[in-house]
T-cell receptor
Framework: AQRVTQPEKLLSVFKGAPVELKCNYSYSGSPELFWYVQYSRQRLQLLLRHISRESIKGFTADLNKGETSFHLKKPFAQEEDSAMYYCALKGTGTASKLTFGTGTRLQVTL | KAGVTQTPRYLIKTRGQQVTLSCSPISGHRSVSWYQQTPGQGLQFLFEYFSETQRNKGNFPGRFSGRQFSNSRSEMNVSTLELGDSALYLC????????????FGSGTRLTVV
């Protein structure tokens, strides 16, 4: 079975502070990991894929297979980063569906 | 190019009725997945279709069904509606195996009264 855990429902940080949204996963094979973001009144959209190792809007995420984690990080939070963030795992073969975590609401305050 | 389009945006149905939701994927995308989003359960996978074949199915009762047409458009049907089926139903499309990520539609908000 595949599982994604996001331990924090809400993360509140000040503008300019570092951000780390935690994501741990459980999967026996080699998963593909994603971060999705949902801004207020907007549709769910892809933020990052672990296979591309890219930085989007200043966010990065590194897959740590030893700790089975895929934490999302940003060195300096901006007000416009306030949103709901979902970590998702895609398995292989018959488990190729996307499994989402419960999400973390990031609130950036002045 | 146009994104993933879901119709209708809102629906109100009565318990016991059935409902059909529609999803048009991005042009060229052959995979369509459906998800149910609720405040209590979050995002839960319903099923995935690729080239008109159901490739994967989540843990939902048989009242939930879907299909995909030759133009990749997909429909989802829920029969004998229950109050607990009230949710936002999201459709997502991808090119193939989904490694490039999935593009989501705005969803259909279903309210069962």
């Amino acid at each position: 079975a595949q599982r994604v855990t996001q331990p924090e429902k809400l993360l509140s940080v000040f503008k300019g502070a570092p951000v780390e949204l935690k994501c741990n996963y459980s999967y026996s094979g080699s998963p593909e990991l994603f971060w999705y973001v949902q801004y207020s009144r907007q549709r769910l959209q892809l933020l990052l894929r672990h296979i591309s190792r890219e930085s989007i809007k200043g966010f990065t995420a590194d897959l740590n297979k030893g700790e089975t984690s895929f934490h999302l990080k940003k060195p300096f939070a901006q007000e416009e980063d306030s949103a709901m963030y979902y970590c998702a795992l895609k398995g292989t073969g018959t488990a190729s569906k996307l499994t989402f975590g419960t999400g973390t609401r990031l609130q950036v305050t002045l | 190019k146009a994104g993933v389009t879901q119709t209708p945006r809102y629906l109100i149905k009565t318990r016991g009725q059935q409902v059909t939701l529609s999803c048009s994927p991005i042009s060229g995308h052959r995979s369509v997945s459906w998800y149910q989003q609720t405040p209590g359960q979050g995002l839960q996978f319903l099923f995935e279709y690729f080239s008109e074949t159901q490739r994967n199915k989540g843990n939902f009762p048989g009242r939930f069904s879907g299909r995909q047409f030759s133009n990749s458009r997909s429909e989802m049907n829920v029969s004998t509606l229950e109050l607990g089926d009230s949710a936002l139903y999201l459709c997502a499309s991808s090119l193939g195996q989904g490694a490039d990520g999935y593009t989501f539609g705005s969803g259909t908000r279903l309210t069962v009264v």
